[in-house]
C-alpha cells in the first residue's frame, strides 16, 4: 500500500532551490521562523555530491529545520523521512530526523517520540543519510509511535552537538513506506495500526473503534498482544484474532459480523469466558437475535449465573435463543448443593410467606424448602432481609405455626435465578452433560413462554428443568432427553426431577425420561402434557413406583394425552393448597386422561396407575375423564389401575359428577374400571329385591349413585314361570360401602338384566 499511489496523497516536502519561505527554524507551525533571509542559510545551486542543496550554519545547540507544510498522519500508513548531509567546516554536530506532532485542532500532541537516532558526522565531505519512520502502531522498526491522536506532522531534521560547523543538507524526502509492514493488497486492517498498544494495561477500545470505523467491509484483524479494553466494544466488520482481548465484567464485546462461539473463544482465549461475554452482547445488542454455540462443547467448572454475567439486565423481554451446542460440567464440590437449615413461622392466611425467618440473609432465592407440611418441589422465589420473609412458590398444606425449615440451593448450568423477570427465551439443541454434579435450567422468579427444545439434560445431579416461580408461565418444553444418574437406585430412593412448574399453560410434549423420581411435577392449571414417554422402574421383586406426573393441585384443568407411562403413576393431589379440606370450589376436577399406554412390570399386585392423594376432607371428583387409555401388566397382575391414597384423608365418595370412562382396555389387570358400568345380573331365584353388586369396577370403588338403565335380558317370569311385565324402580347406594343397587319389583321374579350404574 502506498498512500501517494492510492490515494494521491502529497508527502514529498518541495525542493530547497523553490525557496527557504517553507522552512522553519522552529516547529514548522504557522507563524514560526523561517530560513527565508536567515543570516545561516544559503542556497547552493551546485553541489557535488547533492546538486542543489541547503548550506546552514549551527548557531544553536539544537538546530531545527522543519517542512512547514502538514504531512498527514494516516491510521496504519508508515512514512519514511530521508535526509543526505555532509560537513564541510568547523565543528562536527550530530543529526537526527525530528518532527512536531499536532492533532485536529492543530495544538501539539505532547508525551510522544519526537526523535530519531542521533547520527554523528566525523568527517569533512563525507555524505551521510539519516532516516526515521513514524507511524500509528507500534511495529518493529518504527522510530516514532504516534497512535491515533496525531494527525498530521511538521518533518524535518536537527543538528545537534557542537556549535559553529557548516553543514550542506540535500533535498529531504517523505515516503510511504507501509508496504515494508503489510501487504501490498489487503482486505483487512490491523487495530495496531490505529493505535493498539496491546500490552494488556493500556487502554486500547479507542483504537479498536477506530479500526471498526477504518475498516469500511474489510475484515479488523487484531494482531498479537493481549489487549485490555477498558470500555464497550462494538465491531460492524467481520474480526480475526490472533490476539486476545480482557475487559471489566461489566463491560460487553460484540461481534455484530461474526457472532458465534468459536470467535469469542478466540477472543477471550477461554470457552467459559467466551460464552459469557457473548450471552453478555446477546442481551445488550439488537443486531442478533441468538447465541448460536456452533456444535461446540463449552467445559464448566462452576454454575453459571446469568444475570450476573449480564449486570445492567434485571429482566428481559424480547425473544433471545441459546443453541446448538454442548456444556461438559467439570468440578466437584462447587456443585455441591448448599443447605441452610432455619426456624420459621408459617399462616395459611399469608400461604406464600414465611415470616420470622431466622438466618435469612442465608438462605439464597432459588432454594429448594422441605419440613413438615411442606408440599413437594416448594421454592423460595423472593425474600425480603429487612422484614426476614421468604415467597415461596406455592403454598404449604399443613405447617401453620413455628417450625424448622431446611433449604437445600441446587447449582445450575443456566441459572436464570438472579433476572426478576425472562420472557420468550429460548434454549435449542444443547446437552447439558452435568456429570452427576450439576443441575440443568433454573428459571426466573416471573416470565412467559420459557422454551426448551430438542435438549438433552445427561444424569443431572438433583434437578433438570426447575421452576422457582412463575417464570414458567406458558412454558414449553419439546422434544427433550432425560438420562438419570440413578439408573441403579430403587424407584422409592431417587431425588432427582427432570420438571417441575408452578405457573399455568405449559406445554410438555414429545420428551423422554428415564429412572428419576418424578418426570414432571405440575403446580398450574390448564397444561397439556402429550407424547412423552417416561419410565421409572427398577429390578426390585415386588418394588415400590413413585409419581411420573404429579399434579398439585386439585383443579388442575390438565390433559394428559398420548404419552408412554411406563413404571410411573400419574399422582393427583392437592398439596399445594394452604387449607386443604374442602370447603367451596371445584375439588378434584377438569382432569382428562385420554389415549396412554400404561406398562408396569415387577410391581406389586396393589400398584395402580391412578392414584388420587386428597390432602384434606370432604373433596370429591367434579370433572374427570379417563378414555381410550392401554393398561398392561407385566411380570405379574395387579388388583386394579386406580386406588385413592388415604394417607391424609378420604374421598366423599357420595358426591361425584362429570366422571367419563370407558373405552380403556386392561391386560393383566384384575378390574378395570368403568364408569358407566354396565352389570349383568342373574337373578336364578325369584325374589322381590335383586341385590346388584359393582364388585369394584367403579371407579376408585366409588359408591353406585345412580342408575341409567335397566334393560332386560329375556323373559322375567315369576316363581311360577309366568311372564311379569311389569319394571322394578332402583334404590341406590345400597350395602356396607354403598356400592350396590337393589331393584325393586312388585312381586318376587327371576330373570337376567343390563343394568347401566354411575358413580356420578
Not at 473 to 485: A, E, I, P, S, W
Not at 645 to 664: M, R
Not at 708 to 719: F, L, M, N
Amino acid at each position: 500500500m502506498n498512500k501517494a499511489i492510492t490515494d494521491g496523497l502529497l508527502l514529498m516536502p518541495p525542493a530547497f532551490a523553490a525557496g527557504l519561505a517553507q522552512w522553519s527554524s522552529g516547529d514548522g507551525t504557522p507563524g514560526s521562523d523561517t530560513y527565508d533571509g536567515a543570516v545561516n542559510a544559503a542556497l547552493v545551486p551546485a553541489d557535488a555530491d547533492f546538486g542543489g542543496c541547503l548550506e546552514l550554519v549551527k548557531l544553536e545547540a539544537v538546530q531545527k529545520l522543519r517542512y512547514m507544510g502538514e504531512t498527514p498522519i494516516l491510521p496504519g500508513c508508515y512514512l519514511r523521512v530521508t535526509a543526505r548531509v555532509k560537513a564541510v567546516s568547523g565543528n562536527l554536530p550530530k543529526v537526527r530526523i525530528a518532527a512536531w506532532a499536532g492533532d485536529g485542532s492543530g495544538d501539539h500532541v505532547s508525551g510522544l517520540v519526537e526523535a530519531g537516532d542521533e547520527v554523528t558526522l566525523t568527517s569533512y565531505g563525507s555524505v551521510v543519510e539519516v532516516s526515521a519512520i513514524i507511524g500509528t502502531g507500534a511495529r518493529g522498526g518504527v522510530d516514532m509511535t504516534w497512535g491515533s491522536e496525531p494527525v498530521y506532522g511538521h518533518f524535518g531534521l536537527d543538528l545537534t552537538g557542537a556549535i559553529g560547523g557548516v553543514v550542506r543538507i540535500d533535498d529531504i524526502s517523505i515516503e510511504d513506506v507501509t508496504s515494508a509492514f503489510l501487504r501490498d493488497m489487503m482486505d483487512w486492517v490491523d487495530v495496531r495500526d490505529f493505535g493498539a498498544v496491546g500490552d494488556g494495561v493500556t487502554d486500547d477500545s479507542a483504537a479498536f473503534a477506530a479500526a471498526d470505523d477504518a475498516a469500511n467491509g474489510r475484515e479488523v484483524l487484531v494482531s498479537e498482544g493481549v489487549f485490555f479494553l477498558d470500555d464497550n466494544v462494538t465491531f460492524n466488520t467481520p474480526v480475526r484474532f490472533v490476539g486476545t482481548v480482557t475487559m471489566p465484567e461489566d463491560k460487553y464485546f460484540s461481534l455484530t459480523k461474526n457472532f458465534e462461539l468459536a470467535a469469542y473463544i478466540d477472543a477471550f482465549g477461554d470457552e467459559t469466558l467466551g460464552f459469557k461475554k457473548m450471552f453478555q452482547s446477546l442481551l445488550n445488542n439488537a443486531d442478533h437475535e441468538s447465541l448460536d454455540m456452533g456444535g461446540r462443547r463449552v467445559t464448566i467448572d462452576e454454575p453459571l449465573d446469568l444475570q450476573a454475567i449480564v449486570a445492567n439486565r434485571t429482566e428481559y423481554k424480547q425473544r433471545r435463543v441459546i443453541r446448538n451446542g454442548q456444556f461438559y460440567v467439570t468440578g466437584d464440590t462447587v456443585w455441591d448443593p448448599d443447605i441452610v437449615t432455619s426456624v420459621a413461622s408459617y399462616d395459611s392466611n399469608q400461604s406464600r410467606t414465611l415470616t420470622n425467618v431466622t438466618n435469612v440473609a442465608n438462605i439464597a432465592i432459588g432454594s429448594h424448602v422441605t419440613g413438615s407440611g411442606v408440599g413437594r418441589e416448594i421454592y423460595v422465589k423472593d425474600k425480603n432481609e429487612a422484614t426476614q420473609e421468604i415467597t415461596l412458590s406455592q403454598p404449604l398444606y399443613d405447617a401453620e405455626g413455628t417450625q424448622t425449615f431446611t433449604f437445600t440451593r441446587f447449582k445450575y448450568v443456566l441459572d436464570f435465578t438472579g433476572f426478576s423477570k425472562i420472557s420468550s427465551f429460548e434454549v435449542q439443541g444443547i446437552e447439558f452433560l452435568c456429570n452427576s454434579v450439576a443441575s440443568g435450567i433454573a428459571l426466573s422468579a416471573a416470565g412467559v413462554a420459557f422454551h426448551v427444545k430438542d435438549c438433552h439434560f445427561n444424569r443431572p445431579g438433583w434437578r433438570a428443568i426447575t421452576s422457582i416461580g412463575d417464570g414458567c408461565q406458558g412454558m414449553l418444553v419439546d422434544r427433550c432427553d432425560f438420562k438419570t444418574r440413578e439408573g441403579g437406585t430403587p424407584a422409592q430412593d431417587r431425588e432427582t426431577v427432570a420438571i417441575n412448574t408452578n405457573a399455568n399453560d405449559v406445554k410438555i410434549r414429545n420428551n423422554r425420561a428415564s429412572q428419576f423420581r418424578h418426570f414432571l411435577v405440575i403446580g398450574g392449571t390448564n397444561s397439556i402434557i402429550t407424547g412423552n414417554h417416561f419410565f421409572q422402574g427398577d429390578s426390585e421383586p415386588a418394588g415400590l413406583r413413585t409419581a411420573g406426573i404429579l399434579l398439585g393441585a386439585a383443579h388442575c384443568a390438565a390433559s394428559i394425552d398420548g404419552n408412554y407411562i411406563d413404571n410411573a403413576t400419574i399422582e393427583w393431589s392437592n398439596e399445594y393448597e394452604a387449607e386443604p379440606d374442602f370447603t367451596s370450589g371445584y375439588s378434584f376436577s377438569a382432569l382428562s386422561v385420554t389415549d396412554n399406554v400404561f406398562l408396569s412390570g415387577h410391581v406389586a399386585s396393589w400398584f395402580a396407575y391412578l392414584v388420587v392423594k386428597p390432602h384434606g376432607a370432604n373433596h370429591y371428583f367434579t370433572g374427570f375423564t379417563v378414555t381410550g387409555n392401554k393398561f398392561r401388566s407385566i411380570n405379574g397382575h395387579i388388583d386394579r389401575v386406580d386406588r385413592i391414597d388415604t394417607s391424609f384423608a378420604e374421598l366423599d365418595k357420595t358426591k361425584s359428577k362429570n366422571i367419563h370412562v370407558e373405552g380403556n382396555t386392561y391386560h393383566a389387570v384384575g378390574d378395570g374400571m368403568r364408569n358407566p358400568l354396565l352389570v349383568e345380573h342373574d337373578q336364578n331365584s325369584a325374589a322381590q329385591t335383586w341385590v346388584v353388586e359393582t364388585q369394584g369396577r367403579l371407579p376408585f370403588e366409588w359408591r353406585a349413585r345412580t342408575v341409567e338403565s335397566v334393560v332386560a335380558k329375556g323373559r322375567i317370569e315369576d316363581g311360577a314361570g309366568n311372564p311379569v311385565y311389569t319394571m322394578p324402580y332402583v334404590e341406590v347406594e345400597k350395602g356396607a360401602n354403598g356400592d350396590e343397587v337393589h331393584l325393586k319389583w312388585d312381586v318376587p321374579v327371576r330373570g337376567k338384566v343390563w343394568v347401566k350404574v354411575r358413580m356420578d
